[in-house]
């Protein structure tokens, strides 16, 4: 069993909006980091944004940055990624992951920087 469940992915046109949630499916101690990869078929997985906390920093991948916003809702202990203005190239499963430690600029985007994980949920954006 995965210690994280993402869910919201489904079918959406370009241009509109999903909203992604991760939440632990058992108490876990310690973690202060989060991250969304996504990886689309025939293509290596890739970062996609990164939040740690309590002290709040983000860091964003250049193709989503404009248009995703990755944050926490702490009273629900749940990441959340708002995706909008949508394209065909945001098709993937996107994974959630977690670590104890901060990441730090280039860090967030390696996977084996990554303990924690889900088993993904789909997105697919129709053109």
């Known amino acids: 069993q995965s210690l994280l469940v993402e869910s919201g992915g489904g079918l959406v046109q370009a241009g509109g909006s999903l909203r992604l949630s991760c939440a632990p499916s058992?108490?876990?101690?310690?973690?202060?980091?989060m991250v969304w990869f996504r990886q689309a078929p025939g293509k290596e997985r890739e970062f996609v944004a990164a939040?740690?906390?309590?002290?709040?920093?983000?860091y964003y991948s250049d193709s989503v940055k404009a248009r995703f916003t990755i944050s926490r809702d702490d009273a629900k202990n749940t990441l959340i990624l708002q995706m909008n203005s949508l394209e065909a190239e945001d098709t993937a499963l996107y994974y959630c992951a977690a670590r104890l430690d901060y990441c730090v600029g280039k860090l967030c985007a390696i996977e084996t920087a990554w303990g924690y994980w889900g088993q993904g949920t789909q997105v697919t954006v129709s053109s």
């Open positions: 058992r108490y876990v101690l310690g973690t202060h980091a």
């Open positions: 939040l740690n906390w309590p002290r709040i920093s983000t």
